[in-house]
């Protein structure tokens, strides 16, 4: 190795160690209070009840999507590749709903929902 390059790991090890004690932890975290404790219970409960509705009405709306655009395409097969489209929008906007709804519970599980 180079006398420079060993210089500059030298220099970034070291600051990397001058960095580090900015990331550590606060000492001595006070336990959550029972009123904290209820909060977050009832968060964890309300995430997976709209997880849960979410989950079971886009399946159903896409499996009523799916089955109109079958119907259509029976009952008009040159318009297939119109109706195909349609139908693929449809089932990525309901996917994208339950996919923003599941960001909303991992957000009510993982993060302390009213600060504190």
């Known amino acids: 190795m180079k006398r420079g390059s060993v210089l500059t790991y030298t220099l ?7 960095v580090a004690p900015a990331y550590a932890q606060q000492a001595g975290a006070a336990a959550p209070s029972a009123a904290s404790l209820e909060v977050i219970r009832w968060s964890i409960i309300t995430g ?3 997880l849960g509705f979410a989950a079971a009405f886009g399946a159903l709306a896409q499996s009523r999507g799916l089955a109109a655009a079958a119907e259509g ?6 318009a297939a590749n119109e109706i195909r489209g349609a139908l693929i929008l449809g089932l990525v906007l309901i996917e994208s709903l339950v996919i923003y709804v599941l960001l ?9 929902p009213f600060g504190g």
């Open 12 to 18: 970034m090890l070291v600051l990397f160690g001058a």
């Open 73 to 78: 395409i029976a009952r008009n097969p040159s």
């Open 104 to 112: 909303i519970s991992l957000i009510l599980f993982f993060l302390k």
């Open 48 to 50: 997976g009840f709209a």
